[in-house]
Nanobody, 116 residues
Framework: QVQLAESGGGSVQPGGSLRLSCAASGITFSNAVMSWYRQAPGKERELVAA????????EYADSVKGRFTISRDNAKNTVYLQMNNLKAEDTAVYYC?????????WGQGTQVLVSS
């Protein structure tokens, strides 16, 4: 059974930082393209960052470039999202996604609230 467990969300003031983690089980993690998505209230889910298994292909949403960093530790079956200089518009539920060929799995999400 595939499980993706996100953690690290919370409340932070503008300009602050958070690091999200997504621990995967039930998949061959090293073969998966791992991504972070987010969904703000009333908006569609959007891609934040994606990192392939070879770590040689990274994609970021324009709105987070220079502030967020995606990384992965294949030995720990974990993908991370380091978020710096957070803004109010980063407030959303953040989801982890694993893609292996045509198979896609999602985590349950972790809430990030950026507010003064």
């Amino acid at each position: 059974q595939v499980q993706l467990a996100e953690s690290g969300g919370g409340s932070v003031q503008p300009g602050g930082s958070l690091r999200l983690s997504c621990a995967a089980s039930g998949i061959t993690f090293s073969n998966a393209v791992m991504s972070w998505y987010r969904q703000a209230p009333g908006k569609e889910r959007e891609l934040v960052a994606a990192l392939n298994n070879a770590r040689d292909s990274i994609e970021y949403a324009d709105s987070v470039k220079g502030r967020f960093t995606i990384s992965r530790d294949n030995a720990k079956n974990t993908v991370y999202l380091q978020m710096n200089n957070l803004k109010a518009e980063d407030t959303a539920v953040y989801y982890c996604k694993a893609k292996r060929g045509t198979l896609i799995s999602w985590g349950q999400g972790t809430q990030v609230l950026v507010s003064s």
